[in-house]
T-cell receptor
Framework: DTGVSQNPRHKITKRGQNVTFRCDPI?????LYWYRQTLGQGPEFLTY????????KSRLLSDRFSAERPKGSFSTLEIQRTEQGDSAMYLC???????????FGAGSRLTVL | GQSLEQPSEVTAVEGAIVQINCTYQ??????LSWYQQHDGGAPTFLSY????GLEETGRFSSFLSRSDSYGYLLLQELQMKDSASYFC?????????????FGQGTTLQVKP
């Protein structure tokens, strides 16, 4: 068990390009979350999965954002047609339901030029 | 909806005691959590209170009053390494599931 792994750690892209982030949770954790964090702010909820089912997606999230967890293990977060306002740290976390402890990955930092 | 309020900054000296308050509004409530985040690092779990009262873990304690929708994190014998951001978080109930919603965070600066 190596914790929650996120890739890439850093991504610089030009406005209008698509980017994809990957998260590998702790193997026995069947709940997986995506959050976005900007400087000086708390993690902002984006979406979460229980196994392969996406249980909720933030209403703040535009249609340019999509997340999948096809086999209930790793997850991907794709941002289409990136905008400068998408620049942030994208955090993935996993937990065992009922444990009330989220384990976060180191995050993927996105910079949109 | 859900909202959490906590002070944006707190400063204290090494060896002192500091209390970080959190008030919340949520449509459903399972419990109050606290997370610590150092600059450039990921949030890490500190404590969870499901019931009223005080939970102690070493130098850190967390308190919850459900009737007041209020909790706090108490840090004793402050050390320089405690300089970090501290977030309270609540589980927001939606159907039979719950997502964790974070406050904006309190930046703690510990001075020598």
């Amino acid at each position: 068990d190596t914790g929650v792994s996120q890739n890439p750690r850093h991504k610089i892209t030009k406005r209008g390009q698509n980017v994809t982030f990957r998260c590998d949770p702790i193997s026995e954790h069947n709940r997986l979350y995506w959050y976005r964090q900007t400087l000086g702010q708390g993690p902002e909820f984006l979406t979460y999965f229980q196994n392969e089912a996406q249980l909720e997606k933030s209403r703040l999230l535009s249609d340019r954002f999509s997340a999948e967890r096809p086999k209930g293990s790793f997850s991907t977060l794709e941002i289409q047609r990136t905008e400068q306002g998408d620049s942030a740290m994208y955090l993935c976390a996993s937990e065992v339901p009922g444990a009330n402890v989220l384990t976060f990955g180191a995050g993927s930092r996105l910079t949109v030029l | 909806g859900q909202s959490l309020e906590q002070p944006s900054e707190v400063t204290a000296v090494e060896g002192a005691i500091v209390q970080i308050n959190c008030t919340y509004q949520t449509s459903g409530f399972y419990g109050l959590s606290w997370y610590q985040q150092h600059d450039g690092g990921a949030p890490t779990f500190l404590s969870y209170n499901a019931l009223d009262g005080l939970e102690e873990t070493g130098r850190f304690s967390s308190f919850l009053s459900r009737s007041d929708s209020y909790g706090y994190l108490l840090l004793q014998e402050l050390q320089m390494k405690d300089s970090a951001s501290y977030f309270c978080a609540v589980r927001a109930i939606s159907g039979n599931t719950g997502k964790l919603i974070f406050g904006q965070g309190t930046t703690l600066q510990v001075k020598p």
